[in-house]
């Protein structure tokens, strides 16, 4: 079972970077679909960036697309996003997840992952 830790969220002004981090431990993600979901209050978690092992596929939802960039480095069972041109729209709590299934990527939109990690706090301001 792989347990994840994110780090690197905070606050930020419209238009500025963050980069979000990730360290997994309990195995190595290199066989994992990993990908970020965040959450705003009163609504469902949505997922925004997906990986498929190797990084040799990822998909992103509308909202984030040219925006936001996931990434991992299997080696040091980290994943990343980086987001750039941030909006006040992206303040969400954001999760890293991991999911050993085939068909979970293949539903990834609509299939909650597997593995979770706590969350971290993204507030972007005016």
């Known amino acids: 079972q792989v347990q994840l830790v994110e780090s690197g969220g905070g606050s930020a002004q419209a238009g500025e970077s963050l980069t979000l981090s990730c360290a997994a431990s309990?195995?190595?993600?290199?066989?994992?679909?990993m990908a970020w979901f965040r959450q705003v209050p009163g609504k469902e978690r949505e997922g925004i960036a997906f990986?498929?092992?190797?990084?040799?596929?990822?998909t992103y939802v509308d909202s984030v697309k040219g925006r936001f960039t996931i990434s991992r480095d299997d080696a040091k069972n980290m994943l990343y996003l980086q987001m750039d041109s941030l909006k006040p729209e992206d303040t969400a709590m954001y999760y890293c997840?991991?999911?050993?299934?085939?068909?979970?990527?293949?539903?990834?939109?609509?299939?909650?992952?597997?593995?979770w990690g706590q969350g971290t706090q993204v507030t972007i301001s005016p």
């Open positions: 997840t991991a999911d050993p299934r085939t068909s979970w990527w293949l539903n990834r939109t609509t299939m909650r992952p597997r593995y």
């Open positions: 309990g195995g190595t993600i290199f066989w994992y679909y």
């Open positions: 990986s498929y092992p190797g990084n040799v596929n990822t």
